[in-house]
């Protein structure tokens, strides 16, 4: 019988020898031998370019599923090859070395503490594309460890030696590491305190990019669950808006529908302005030590020799760590005023984040300079009026989160732009006034002042004073509870929104379609009646005094306990007093305060901005992008159609078509130029004819 005739290639015996591990286990063997030989003889020069060796360590790689007993040592000889010679051996064999170990890895046959921490060496490597596939690499394999649950122990292992790595002599590789921990971070893999610290530690690494990669981490938006943001679309009306459209109008379906849709809308937006979590991202709620770190990054801000552009990041860092945290650095205000000119380069950026930095707890003393600078330097006749708008919109949201800061003769100085010639101006001192309104009334003038606003409770809203918190005797809400048990039943049937049984309280939610919102209550006190002469027709009027009304609420929440039932119709009823035509919406302050601001709601509202030349010059090189060299760019959609007949004509002879030309010509011709063309043609044959 003929013998069994042996492959020729790698590439033939590890295809032959998958299939029947055993009959070929002799040739694997000898090739396990061939290779432990030319590791051998490759150590004594490590530079060399050794390609046998590599496509040995590929063969081997790829049959150590099939012989587990015999190739068990591979993975730990290849990676003591790698930490031993990695820096001198050459790049395409330590590149096959690592996807060698990299298969073994994703087949469990490598431990995954060794190998990754071998990786992160090899970020010192000058290999670019090395250090790319090492990165996607650790990022997917740490993402499939903790996969089905939290594996700690090799993650506080991995954590515990890139620490190590961020403080490494090669700012390649301690860079490399960063950007793994930060996108592990970003897809909720390392999403814990240790790693947001170990991030925040490299703040302050004297590597400018290493330092900028992580302000960057702590800056950067939360992009892994986009919000849907309807409700703040401008081509949807709000419930108000539709309710006073529809006030006087004809009750249709489609109309109900419609304000059904805007009732949706202010529900979601209730719960969106209710949530808990504030700043898309929530790596600056799990630093232990904020404010350490802000004025540790204060100092570096203050000695620093970076480019403006670096500055700015860190001056965003700081004055959000100060927002979120309520943290006391006091240095930093005055630090920040020596930039409020309107001539300063990114003042904006500059005066948005002055306004993060500014809470409750900030001294009225140390804000106060800073609010005279922006007005002398802004809000002045000699300034431009977008300069004055910027002022002005800068000093309303500062005053937004530390009322205290304004005095009373600056703001009744700022009110009298008012009626400013321009309107952005004007809008900006108008929207400085209600928002004083709202928080101390008392600074405005009598005027301006406009109807008293109340609180939650009922009470008119007084301005609380340094480090004091507003605290609540009853359940807010119960005052309204109070009134719809006082009125009639079928009053209070009718305000409940009750069905035609006289069932439960159907609350409005997202689920609710078929709610009948034909009634609607205005809860409205009798201190309130002087000032709309015309109530809304659907109001149930309180004939019963604030103070008593207020203390019937204390009696309701201290005799029995409230039901969920009973806070779905104080919920409800809020929402209908909040949003009625007659009663103004206003922002919650607590939500106001923890808003991250955008740079752009400093602006000024301008339609349309004058374009510059350039722009304008880049607008007309778009409009010739699809134009050919000559001509427009009108043509044939398809380049293979026949040519048309105006195309034909001008390929023809002139004598052709000279007679149809006449004739056409003709036919187009005036009545005058008719008959001048007429006597002409008979004085043509008079003259002949003699």
Known sequence: MAGRAGPHTLAELQNIAKRDPESYKADVEQQVRHFKSTMEIFQLNPSQDSKQLGDLVNFLSAMAPSYPDMLKSLPTEIVALLEAHYATMDADLRSSLCRSLILMRNRDLVAPTGLLELFFKLFRCHDKSLREMLYTHIVQDIKRINAKHKNNQVNKTLQNFMYTM?????????????????????????????????????????????????????????????????????????????????????????RQRALDQALKREHRKDKKATRVEVFNFSALHLIHDPQGMAEKLFDMLRTTSERFEVRLMVMNLISRLIGVHQLLVLNFYPFVQRYLQPRQQDVTLILTYLAQAAHELVPEDVLEPVLMTISNNFVSDRSAPEVMAVGLNAVREVCSRCPLAMNETLLQDLVQYKSFKDKSVMM??????????????????????????????????????????????????????????????????????????????????????????????????????????????????????????????????ASRVLTDEDFAKIKELKLKKKLMPSVRSKRDAATLEQDLLNPDSLLPDRKKRRQTKEERLASVMEGREDRGRYGARKGRLNENASTTNKEKSKRKNPMMIKYKLENRRKDFMSATERKAKQHESHEKDRRNRY
């Open 166 to 254: 961020l403080s490494d002599d090669n700012a390649i590789a301690a860079k490399k590491s960063l950007d793994v921990m930060v996108e592990l971070y970003r897809k909720r893999v390392w999403n814990d305190a240790k790693t947001v610290n170990v991030c925040a530690s490299a703040c302050f690494s004297s590597v400018a990019k290493i330092m900028v990669t992580a302000v960057k981490f702590f800056l950067s938006a939360d992009d892994e669950q986009p919000e849907s943001d309807d409700e703040g679309d401008g081509s949807k009306p709000s419930y108000s808006q539709m309710l006073h459209r529809t006030e006087h109008l004809k009750k249709t379906k489609k």
């Open 428 to 557: 900006a001192a108008r929207s400085l006034i209600q928002l004083f309104r709202e928080k101390n009334p008392a600074l405005l003038h009598r005027r301006d002042r406009g109807r008293p606003e109340e609180g939650e409770d009922g009470e008119e809203v007084a301005p609380l004073q340094y480090g004091a918190v507003h605290v609540a005797d009853h359940v807010p809400g119960t005052e309204l509870l109070s009134m719809l048990e006082d009125i009639k039943p079928e009053e209070a049937a009718a305000a409940a929104g009750s069905d035609e049984e006289g069932g439960d309280w159907e609350s409005a939610s997202d689920d609710d379609d078929g709610e009948d919102e034909d009634e609607w209550i205005t809860v409205q006190h009798s201190d309130d009646e002087k000032d709309d002469a015309t109530p809304a027709p659907d109001a149930v009027q309180d004939v019963v005094d604030k103070k008593e009304r207020l203390e019937r609420a204390r009696a309701l929440a």
